[in-house]
């Protein structure tokens, strides 16, 4: 009886499974003329791609996981990340600087970087594109942010998409939840 009650309670959704409010809805998703402003608040890393897995991947340099984003009164926008340096968790904040385009900015870092919404629904998730120029080398880099630390399936089906159109498979996707090692340390 106690077996039947648990599975009951699990099935209506007292594991780690997902609440109705964390449902994809497609018509809520924009990917132009973004309002920066409702873009700030708190995010969680979810995955990242990349065409050079190094960049993300353990000690990679944009192995970054997000606490907060700010839309500065200039336009910019303000990330504040922590990451791990020899075992300790380290604060960076990181100002990309507006551009004349919407939901684009810049930052010089290892080169030139364009950062780009790729599209968002404010409320869940946000997918951003970075793209670095070094020398003669370009660089690709996607995020997939979300306000809850865990997001289903489908946001990451959708982040799946979104690498497509910029020619990375999912063998470029690294998966970060649950790899935050300062978690805790928000
Ligand atoms: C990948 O990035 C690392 C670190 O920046 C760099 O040393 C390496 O040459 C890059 N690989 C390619 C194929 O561009
Ligand atoms: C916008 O403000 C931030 C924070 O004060 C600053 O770092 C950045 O350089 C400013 N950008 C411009 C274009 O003035």
Not at 38 to 47: L, Q
Not at 99 to 106: L, P, V, Y
Request: contains cysteine.
């Amino acid at each position: 009886m106690a077996l039947l009650l648990l599975g009951l309670g699990l099935g209506l959704g007292w594991g780690p499974s997902f609440t109705s409010a964390q449902i994809l809805n497609p018509q809520a998703i924009v990917q132009r003329n973004y309002n920066m402003a409702r873009v700030a608040g708190t995010w969680y890393s979810i995955s990242m791609a990349s065409d050079n897995l190094t960049w993300v991947q353990e000690h990679g340099d944009l192995r970054l996981f997000v606490r907060r984003i700010e839309h500065l009164g200039n336009g910019s926008l303000k990330f504040n990340f922590r990451f791990r340096v020899q075992g300790e968790c380290v604060i960076v904040a990181v100002v990309f600087e507006r551009t004349e385009k919407n939901g684009e900015f810049s930052i010089a870092y290892q080169g030139q970087n364009k950062l780009q919404v790729v599209e968002t629904d404010y409320r869940l998730f946000i997918i951003f594109y970075l793209h670095n120029t070094q020398a003669e080398r370009q660089t690709q880099v996607l995020a997939l942010y979300g306000r809850n630390p865990e997001m289903s399936p489908a946001f990451l089906n959708r982040f799946e998409q979104a690498c497509r159109r910029y020619g990375l498979s999912s063998r470029a996707i690294i998966h970060l939840t649950s790899q935050d090692r300062c978690f805790y340390n928000r």
